[in-house]
């Protein structure tokens, strides 16, 4: 799309073997079965057997993501590729090396786990991926979520880049330039990812879809922070969103296939996810809304990180967030009974992007012009919530650029520009769907009813909204369906839903106000027509309740 400025790339660092060096322990442990790895752990004391056979562990202090502890070495190959700030914080080579040759002396007496995976389903953008682990627990992790080789594939694995997970190391920010004990090294020359002084596995799979977001764009292929399902006419749909706004949710859908849950690749007709498994947030799942995610809870090979459980009767409690908001489970995706095994699909005919608003003041769903699904992207608005990442004790509103900036290591508008692209060739309508709070904001509304939602998403994707009449929102100027199959009518208007009209005017011209702040930073690298897709300013807010003119 012209509206948006493109910084410029440079070709990635050549397919082959992982330049990182070579990992020496005490003894590596290669490629165990999951059965043998249960083994291990249960005898090193890493977990607990729950009463269906999960595999329940504990994170320790550190039970979401550690964003400000993510670094990326600076060093002239991808020097002048990296987005660097808030999201890329720097670091020398030579505190990278000295960090790791201490990390290297602290193994050469200890056992490692080791997994040769492959991350990316489509054979064109394939890498070949070998993850170090100090627990077993985290080793099943890595055969949960990254793609299995066959037998004969695994006897002529190469890996292309190399991740060396050692939780019991402390980096020392002294001498080695971070700012904790805690750090997630990723050095884009020589492809190597080091994690240390954090147990959260979700730093795994996070620092391996990092290296993919910066390869991918040279080889014409957009990655998404996405999840990905297809109809039985090979309708295909993307849904975008950050951690907690229903991707894995409404990616799992009984009357659809999964191709994904969470990253994946579009280049060009087709589309393919990067992963083998899901990773899912398992807080109050439901056996109703969510059978087949909750059915994952209760099978051998399911890993459950900090899911509350009785120690003498092994039941799980779903329910509980006494050790964290954050709980996950970590499972094969072929334990959801309608997955794909190839992770490939065709073009995308529908695209969706799930904001999790915990002020109640975005509609349910909406359509989105052109130019507002650039804004919105840009933006990527949704509630932070609890316990994903380290400090973060409830709800609060957060713009992540393309739905997925803590994993960007270019600029966003690499990614946007390539969003756009695709959505004009293929002309493919966009929906914005709030999956957060009607009726109030948080601690006074109501999360949005999932069967509701459901039925707003399956009635996009197949159509039946199509000729539907809107009505364009005063603030926010997003068409809105005036009647949704299966759906209340008054639902659909935010406004309606408050108690208190007024207060909701206040918070919605609230939230405006934060677009228009969050955006000044990208504003000029998009067009005029990208910048007045936003929401109303505070200076010509005027009466929310009332029409606003030139939308629609």
């Known amino acids: 799309m012209s509206a948006l400025t493109t910084p410029p790339t440079a070709s990635h660092p050549p397919n082959g073997r992982a330049r990182g060096g070579r990992v020496r322990a005490g003894k590596i442990v290669a490629n165990l079965s999951t059965a043998a790895l249960y083994e291990a752990a249960l005898r090193e004391g890493e977990g607990m057997l729950a009463a269906d056979g999960p595999l329940v562990v504990r994170t320790g202090t550190h039970t979401g993501r550690s964003p400000k502890d993510k670094f990326v070495v600076r060093e002239p190959s991808s020097e002048d590729k990296v987005w660097w700030g808030d999201v890329n914080h720097p670091i020398s080579e030579a505190h990278y090396d000295r960090l790791r040759a201490r990390l290297m002396t602290y193994v050469a007496d200890r056992r490692l786990y080791s997994q040769d995976m492959f991350i ?20 099943i992790f890595a055969r949960n979520l ?43 020359r020589r492809m190597e990812v ?10 795994i799979k996070k620092s391996a879809f990092t290296v ?17 399902n297809v109809g039985d006419a ?16 409404l990616s799992a859908d009984p009357l659809r296939s999964l191709i994904g849950d969470d990253e994946h690749g579009w280049g060009g007709d087709y589309v393919f996810n990067f992963e083998g498994g899901c990773y899912a947030k398992t807080i109050r799942l439901s056996p109703m809304y969510e059978p087949d995610i909750f059915a994952t809870t209760k099978r051998f ?25 954050n709980t996950r489970g970590a499972y094969p995706l072929h334990y959801i009974g309608n997955a794909d095994p190839t992770g490939v699909a065709g073009m995308p005919r529908n695209v969706v992007f799930l904001t999790a608003d915990a002020f109640g003041v975005l509609p349910p769903i909406s359509r989105l012009t052109r130019e507002q699904a650039a804004y919105h992207f840009i933006s990527g608005y949704t509630a932070k919530l609890a316990g994903t990442e380290v400090g973060v004790k409830e709800p609060s509103a957060t713009f992540s650029a393309c739905f997925g900036a803590p994993f960007l290591p270019r600029h966003p508008g690499v990614y946007a520009h ?22 109030g904001p948080y601690g006074t509304g109501e999360r949005m009813n999932i069967a509701h939602t459901r039925n707003m998403v399956r009635a996009a994707l197949s159509g039946a909204l199509a000729d539907v009449p809107t009505q364009v929102d005063p603030v926010f100027g997003l068409a809105i369906p005036v009647a949704v199959p299966g759906v209340p009518t008054d639902v659909l208007t935010p406004r309606d839903t408050w108690a208190d009209p007024s207060a909701y005017d206040v918070a919605a011209r609230r939230i405006a106000g934060m677009f228009h702040a969050n955006f000044e930073s990208y504003a000029d690298g998009v067009g005029p027509e990208v910048r007045a897709a936003g929401p109303i300013g505070s200076d010509d807010a005027g009466e929310v309740g009332a029409s606003r003119p030139g939308k629609g």
Request: hydrophobic letters at 40%.
């Open 120 to 139: 990316g389903a489509h054979p064109a953008h394939r890498r070949s991926l070998r993850v170090y682990t100090e627990t077993a627990w985290a080793s």
């Open 146 to 188: 990254f793609r299995r080789p066959t037998a004969e594939q695994l006897a002529a694995f190469e890996p292309n880049f190399t991740i060396i997970n050692v939780p019991s190391f402390e980096a020392d920010p002294e001498t080695e330039g971070t700012r904790s004990g805690t750090a997630i090294l990723v050095h884009l």
């Open 194 to 203: 080091i994690i240390v002084g954090t147990m959260y596995a979700g730093e």
């Open 212 to 228: 993919m977001n910066y390869l991918m764009p040279d080889e014409g292929v957009l990655p998404m922070h996405s999840s990905i």
């Open 234 to 249: 090979g309708d295909v749909a993307v849904f975008f969103g950050l951690s907690g706004t229903g991707k894995t949710t």
């Open 301 to 325: 090979g399911t890993i459950l990180e900090n899911v509350d459980i009785d120690p003498r009767t092994r039941e799980l409690d779903l329910d509980s967030e006494a050790i964290t908001e």
């Open 418 to 439: 390539m969003l756009m692209d695709r959505l004009d060739e293929f002309d493919v309508p966009v929906w914005l769907v709030n999956t957060g709070w009607t009726g």
